[in-house]
């Protein structure tokens, strides 16, 4: 393999590449990443088992051929290299180094052998279908803040990605919940994505994916088994992922239907007022109360130790008076998500779940459950 | 083969496996007789760590010839007066000790009754019992048990080393001399010097209180740290009433060892002891310290079963949750009546730390005394280099030594303050006794406003088995207090429906579990509680001064007031002292003045 790269186009593939590599791994060629000279192309591609992420790169080049180097320390030399460089890469006779060659400087880096890299096979993918990235990001955005973090219950530690009917359409949906609160993101279903499984795709992999997102704009094809699934941004980059094999519970039974209470609020003066009550509260769970009455609201909080805090904003709300409490970081996360001017809580009681929605966006929904306090 | 009654000799044989399985238990079982005979002094010979010979002798009430004849008998004693089994009030019952050692070694006894004329001799080797016949004997009985084990081979091979049986055999001996200060024990061994001498003392007109005697007999066993750092208990709940001495946290051990249980004067090891002593000692001890604790509960015969184990080491209560909550509110009830009691080993070992310094002329210190720490001398910094590391502050106000903590006058290495008391001195650290009132307050805050509590959104069903369930949501107010709500769901599970919002996104299902084998085990559920302090603990750690700070003295008189007026300010969340206090004499003695 003897291969002529940009430095700027093998600096944005490793890029995308190395996060995927983590910095300790058991297994040494897990800290490499793989590179693959063909046809006027270097494709570079990394995994920890769980995920690959495969990018390739326009290179000029004779010999065809492959190896493994660390990936970070090539990811950091090339970041290290002057802007508009080129980039020689040169595999020694031997194959147990790699040349790297740019201006006047040399690098010797040690292989290991390109065959022993673990692959991810992705033959048997037989759903597959096209989403716009500002879609895929929406699912992502609005859902991502629930993943559960707590390792016990693996089957929550990912966003759920299915198909659903809502309302006889067709839809496609994100839902993630920790148990305390649950996010569900819905667009319309994709052509092509009817009859695919419901799948959790893994907090890391949802991180990845989104990281890449920022950076295309165009179509993103998935594809997706009940084992793996992979986006694949035009032909050059493509994020395979393991999916976590569980049952995701039957979340539709916790999102109430017969709550009445509706309380309108402004979102943004809303999250302001709960951030500045909730300061009061010293310990971790910062519990703020919510004193609703006709078309107003009381925030309060109190701390023995601090002291107490409220603050009475306008709403519209004509139901019967309700008390009911909320850890106000689980509040603020949805009010985060929440883009239009208007949020809408629809509740039961004060031991019930609370629906939170965009008052004029209906794609996205929050359930939450309260705190006693 | 058809079913036969077995020989006399195989059941003692049988008898003794469960009795007499190593010479600590027939050791034991002796000496429980000679304190059942009435004895006020008892003493125990040991060759080869009890393996070839056991001798006790006692001055207590003796045997006539017909009573020497039937005591090697099973089944028979002295001590069942009205055959009631519900009200026990000796060590042993059973009727078993003496056939069971006589059919597994050669056995001999002799006994001269009180205010009889003759003394009686028995003998019996493995198994067979020879005539009575007169003897020598000044008073007592004197039992001796040679070649135990002789009769049963295989169980001879199973003795551990003579090292090991003996210690076994003495602690055997220590353990019932706990409960009997009134009663002289000696244990000789093959050495000269006996292994254990304690003379018996009974309260006095001198105002020597049983207290004290009690307190002097625990010293002479468990060492004098445990007498100086022990508060006394008493306490009465419904019959029952509580004794005994309860290590201060800071005195404490890697392993329960030493954590003792008299019922009724009978050493008893019980689960039910230790899980009262964890949940009373929980906040003030790391998990993995323990303490000690010398503990006599005394109560109605018929609420104690203690026919429920050969050996008698366990025995059963009609109200274990009353026990457990005398236990525990006892132990609380005087730890936090000692407030901020530093511990005295603590200051013992500040003492043998501290030694006299010569100075050379090029400042670096030098020990007087040569040996390793000459070895360290180089390594020192010489101080005259360095800036003072301690800043004084103005004298104290005399009316602020008054005070227990005593007036704050410098604070060492921006960790330390050093404060005068009326009698002495004493060092704080400041991170760990902030620590602690932080700690302190935050659980005064919970104690106050509740746990909060999050509703879980998909409750949580944690499949256990079925008694583990039962016992879990039998439980369930107890535990709604602390923020965890849950309900049986069907019989072999619970459903979690709401925890402690302090705990966060939580291992439900595994907190769960840890609770219903403490439950199961230790009669309480201490794991949960555990947790929320150990968030509190975490919390506290963060919130407080930190090594390095510099205080003016207001903020370390501030400090020390606090101190005096928050419990448990001693000691920080893990058991180690806030402070130490030196007393004048201390001091005085560092220099040689004593």
Redesign the interface.
């Known amino acids: 393999m003897k291969l002529t790269i940009e430095r700027a186009a093998l600096l944005k593939a490793l890029g995308h590449v190395q996060s995927v590599v983590e910095r300790r791994n058991t297994i040494p060629i897990l800290s490499n990443v793989l590179l693959r000279g063909a046809d006027g192309k270097l494709a570079l591609s990394a995994t920890d088992m769980d995920i690959e992420m495969i990018s390739a790169v326009p290179a000029q080049g004779a010999k065809t051929g492959g190896t493994t180097v660390p990936a970070h320390t090539l990811y950091d030399i090339t970041r290290k290299l002057p802007e508009g460089a080129q980039v020689l890469l040169e595999l020694g006779s031997d194959k147990g180094q790699m040349t790297l060659r740019s201006g006047r400087s040399t690098f010797t880096l040690a292989c290991l052998p390109a065959e022993d890299y673990p692959v991810m096979s992705g033959s048997d993918l037989a759903h597959n279908f096209t989403i716009s990235a500002a879609d895929l990001k929406r699912l992502i955005d609005r859902t991502r803040f629930a993943i559960?973090?707590?390792?016990?219950r693996y089957y929550l530690n990912g966003i759920y990605l299915h198909a659903a009917k809502s309302n006889d359409v067709n839809m496609l949906r994100a839902v993630a919940?920790?148990?305390?609160?649950?996010a569900r993101m819905e667009l319309p279903l994709p052509d092509g994505a009817a009859g695919m499984p419901g799948v959790i795709v893994p907090r890391k992999a949802v991180g990845e994916l989104r990281k890449l997102l920022d950076e295309f704009d165009q179509d993103v094809a998935v594809s997706l088994s009940d084992t793996k699934i992979r986006f694949a941004f035009g032909d050059s980059t493509v994020l395979t992922s393991k999916l976590i094999d569980g049952t995701f519970?039957d979340?539709d039974r916790?999102i109430p239907t017969g709550n009445d209470k509706v309380l309108e609020v402004e979102c943004k003066s809303f999250a302001a007022a709960v951030d500045r009550v909730s300061t009061i509260s010293?310990?971790?769970?910062r519990?703020v109360k919510l004193a609703i009455e006709r078309n107003s609201l009381t925030l309060s909080a109190?701390?023995?130790?601090n002291g107490t805090a409220s603050e009475e904003i306008e709403v519209r709300y004509s139901a019967s008076p309700i008390e009911i409490?909320f850890?106000s970081r689980y509040l603020l996360d949805i009010t985060e998500q929440i883009e239009g001017e208007g949020a809408k809580f629809v509740m039961a009681d004060a031991?019930s779940?609370t629906l939170v929605r965009d008052a004029t966006d209906g794609s996205a929904l929050y359930?939450?459950?309260?705190?006693?306090? | 083969m058809a079913i036969r009654q077995l020989p006399a000799i195989v059941v003692n044989r049988i008898a003794a496996g469960e009795v007499v399985e190593r010479p600590a238990a027939a050791v034991k079982e002796l000496v429980e007789n000679a304190i059942d005979a009435g004895a006020r002094r008892i003493e125990v010979t040991l060759r080869d760590g009890g393996a070839s010979l056991i001798l006790v002798s006692d001055d207590g009430d003796g045997m006539d010839a017909v009573e020497v004849a039937l005591a090697v008998e099973r089944h028979c004693t002295s001590k069942l007066p009205d055959d009631d089994l519900l009200h026990i009030r000796t060590l042993g019952f059973r009727g078993e000790a003496l056939p069971s050692i006589g059919a597994v070694s050669r056995l001999s006894i002799v006994s001269r009754k009180r205010g009889a004329a003759d003394a009686f001799k028995v003998a019996v080797e493995g198994g067979s019992k020879s005539a009575v016949e007169p003897a020598a004997l000044s008073q007592g009985t004197r039992v001796e048990v040679r070649d135990l084990f002789y009769a049963t081979p295989a169980r001879l091979k199973f003795l551990k080393s003579v090292r090991a049986e003996r210690d076994a055999a003495v602690d055997a001996v220590e353990r019932l001399a706990m409960a009997y200060p009134s009663i002289a024990f000696t244990v000789v061994g093959d050495e000269e010097k006996p292994l254990v001498r304690m003379t018996a003392a009974e309260p006095d007109l001198a105002g020597k209180s049983a207290d004290d005697i009690r307190r002097a007999r625990l010293g002479a066993i468990l060492g004098r740290d445990f007498a100086d750092n022990a508060l006394a208990i008493d306490a009465v709940r419904e019959g029952f009433r509580l004794t005994g001495f309860a290590g201060l946290p800071i005195l404490n051990r890697a392993t329960a060892r030493d954590q003792y249980l008299f019922v009724n004067g009978r050493p008893v090891r019980d689960k039910l002891l230790a899980g009262a002593v964890r949940g009373a000692y929980q906040d003030v001890l790391a998990r993995d310290r323990h303490p000690m604790v010398v503990l006599f509960l005394d109560g109605p015969e018929a609420d104690i079963d203690v026919n429920v184990h050969p050996a008698k080491a366990e025995v059963r209560f009609r109200d274990a949750a009353l026990v457990r909550g005398l236990i525990v509110g006892a132990l609380r009830n005087a730890l936090a009546a000692a407030g901020h009691r530093a511990s005295t080993t603590v200051a013992e070992q500040a003492l043998a730390a501290a030694r006299p310094m010569v100075w050379t002329q090029g400042g670096a210190a030098l020990a007087l005394n040569p040996g390793f720490a000459e070895a360290a001398a180089p390594y020192q910094a010489p101080l005259a280099q360095s800036p003072p590391a301690a800043r004084a502050v103005e004298a104290p106000a005399p009316a602020a030594t008054a005070h227990p903590l005593g007036a704050a006058c410098a604070q060492l290495h921006e960790t330390y303050i050093v404060a005068q008391t009326a009698d002495g001195l004493v060092i704080v650290d400041q991170h760990a006794a902030h620590e602690r009132l932080v700690y302190e307050?935050m659980k005064?805050?919970i104690a106050?406003?509740g746990v909060?509590?999050?509703?879980?959104?998909?409750p949580?069903v944690v499949e256990l088995d079925p008694a583990d369930a039962a016992r879990l949501a039998a439980r369930a107010t107890e535990l709604a207090e602390l923020g965890l709500v849950l309900e049986a769901f069907g019989p072999g599970a619970v459903v979690v429906r709401?925890v402690p919002?302090?705990l966060?996104?939580?291992?439900?299902?595994?907190l769960a579990r840890d609770l219903a084998d403490e439950v199961a085990e230790l009669g309480g559920a201490l794991s949960l509680k555990e947790r929320l302090e150990e968030?509190c603990g975490t919390?506290a750690c963060h919130g407080s001064v930190r090594a390095g700070r510099r205080l003016n003295q207001a903020e370390m008189n501030a400090l020390l007031r606090q101190m005096e007026a928050t419990p448990h300010s001693g000691q920080c969340n893990h058991g180690r002292p806030t402070y130490v206090a030196l007393s004048r004499a201390e001091i005085e003695k560092l220099f040689g003045r004593r």
């Open positions: 559960s973090t707590e390792e016990t919940t920790d148990g305390h609160r649950l519970p979340y916790v010293s310990e971790k769970s519990a109190t701390s023995p130790e409490g850890n031991a779940p359930v939450l459950m309260p705190m006693r306090v | 307050r005064a805050e106050a406003t909060k509590r999050q509703i879980l959104l998909i949580e709401e919002a302090l966060g996104e939580t291992d439900v299902k595994g968030v919390i």
